[in-house]
């Protein structure tokens, strides 16, 4: 339980993070303002903003219960591989997307094939925010609360999901990224500290090392249920691919960049970090298993928390706490901001008020902001039925994901592509991925379910651009203030990155 000296930082965490958040947030007058920041930030926000985004306690509770419950630190390839996506997207994705000038970013597929591309993901997007990741966010985030304070669940949903839709919904991007930039920072620091007192606690490194030696491999068995090599070489990449570069809550970031250099080096910063992620959301866990076996046992994904309810102390609990639930805000502020600019830019402004002004606009995306919040919370209580939160999200997003890839990478590279192909793409993706979940295929991981589903849009999509080729080539909108050119260090970074992550994949082989 947590301390008056632990409330007193708590409180005066919340009211900065909070005060300045509004402060910056206060002009917000215009969709551009509001949803996109007025297209103004730096690479140093971006970078923070896009780690506090991807960062909750679907990672801290998830992945950590993840690595306690068998795992291991073969998890950690979310993080690392998702390293060297960052590169991919920062070099070959965003001057694509930057160079466009879009709000959102299904609106790329309305000017690259059809309206009805841009619909149709529009619709999934809605779904998945509002019907997974938001809710699955305000669900662990109330569990992490619920296992330190004893509030009950319900109750501790509601007080995450009110204090996110604050700020989110009175300033709009602006307030969400600097509200990130202190809260990623913060649980960084918060994290890495927990892991530092979790190693003293086992008896230093060397303890940790040995107690944990069959858990530290990259690599599982071929018939592991969720996680096996094979999915590394191929499945993996597929929600990685889509996550960082086609998801709008964390495209968002960039889109809003003040210029492609700013943008890449935000998103290469974003890589660099994940490098040293598994520290804060991997590690723990096994230091949770090592320390409390029959607790983390019971329930793997009490994990973390339970690390910060019985090591930590008076003060320095409370930042974390902070830190933690700050985490839990950022990620649920991000979603919330981008579930309402993908109705109000992609759905209300195109289909219901087509000549709906700028402040229309904006408060529109208030209205949904605070709306989708009460349904989130309505629904998250309910994923206490399901094993593994972090699993859970990420086998439903399989979906979406694989289709809405294989969209983009047509888009981006067969300029023969046509307007069907995309729409047979993103409709086939649910239906190919739905028939691979009967219970004949129990026996193929999520992960590989993804890499099959990929594979056969894929040649759907080949067979169709075959059938019928797009005869003209529309041209994409262009913003004049656009420099596409990549600075040399962008591709210097770039390559230090997937050196390293190489090499400890190679290391912890």
């Keep these: ?101 879009i709000y959102t970013i299904p609106e790329f597929l309305e000017y690259r094939f059809n309206s009805h591309a841009r619909s149709i993901m529009s619709f999934y997007m809605m779904a998945i925010y509002v019907g997974v990741t938001i809710s699955a966010v305000l669900y662990s985030g109330g569990l992490t609360i619920n296992t330190i304070f004893g509030l009950p ?71 592991h249920g969720s996680l096996p090599w ?40 974003a890589a660099g970090i994940q490098i040293i992620l598994p520290i804060v959301i991997v590690v723990p866990g096994l230091i949770a298993l090592q320390l409390y076996p029959v607790e983390v046992a019971a329930n793997s994904d009490t994990a973390f928390p339970m690390l910060i309810g019985k090591l930590i102390g008076p003060g320095m609990r409370g930042f974390i706490f902070a830190a933690i639930a700050g985490a839990i805000i950022s990620s649920l502020a991000s979603m919330l901001n981008s579930a309402s600019t993908i109705f109000t830019m992609d759905i209300f402004k195109r289909h219901l008020r087509p000549g709906a002004d700028q402040k229309t606009l904006v408060k ?30 990420q086998d439903l997003q399989g979906y979406v994901s694989p289709g809405i890839l294989a969209v983009f990478i047509f ?6 592509a046509g307007p069907l192909t995309a729409v047979i793409g993103l409709l086939l993706c649910p239906v190919a991925y739905g028939v691979l979940h009967l219970e004949m295929f129990d026996s193929i991981c999520f992960l590989n379910k993804m890499a099959i589903t990929f594979s056969a849009v894929v040649i759907a999509m080949a067979v169709t651009t075959l059938i019928r080729p797009r005869t003209t080539i529309v041209p994409l909108p262009v913003n004049e203030q656009f420099n596409e050119e990549t600075a040399p260090i962008v591709k210097i970074i770039g390559a230090i990155i997937v050196v390293i992550t190489v090499a400890l994949y190679i290391t912890f082989i």
Aim: charged content about 10%; proline content about 2%.
């Design 1 to 101: 339980m947590l301390e008056l000296t632990d409330f007193i930082v708590v409180g005066l965490f919340f009211a900065v993070v909070i005060g300045i958040s509004m402060y910056k947030g206060r002009r917000e007058q215009s969709g551009e303002d509001y949803f996109l920041a007025g297209r103004g930030l730096s690479w140093w926000i971006i970078g923070i903003s896009l780690i506090a985004a991807n960062i909750s306690t679907e990672q801290f509770v998830g992945m950590n219960g993840g690595a306690a419950g068998g795992y291991g630190l073969a998890i950690a390839s979310y993080d690392w591989i998702a390293a060297i996506t960052l590169v991919i997207v920062a070099i070959f994705f965003l001057p694509l997307l930057l160079r466009c000038g």
């Design 153 to 223: 669940l319900a109750h501790s949903v509601w007080v995450v999901g009110a204090i996110a839709a604050a700020y989110t919904a009175y300033g709009g991007l602006k307030s969400v990224a600097w509200a990130d930039l202190f809260q990623g920072t913060s649980l960084i620091i918060g994290g890495l500290f927990v892991a530092f007192v979790g190693i003293q606690a086992v008896g230093g490194l060397d303890a940790f090392a040995t107690h944990n030696e069959k858990h530290l491999h990259m690599f599982l068995p071929a018939d």
């Design 230 to 269: 094979t999915a590394l070489l191929f499945g993996l990449w597929i929600p990685n691919l889509y996550y960082w570069g086609f998801n709008q809550y964390i495209a968002q970031r960039t889109l809003a960049a003040k210029d492609l250099k700013n943008g890449q080096l935000g998103v290469l910063t």
């Design 364 to 393: 529109v995306g208030r209205t949904m902001t605070i709306l989708f919040t009460v349904i989130g919370c309505l629904i998250a209580p309910q994923l206490g039925k399901f094993k593994g939160i972090f699993n859970f999200m």
């Design 411 to 416: 888009g981006f590279f067969v300029k023969k």
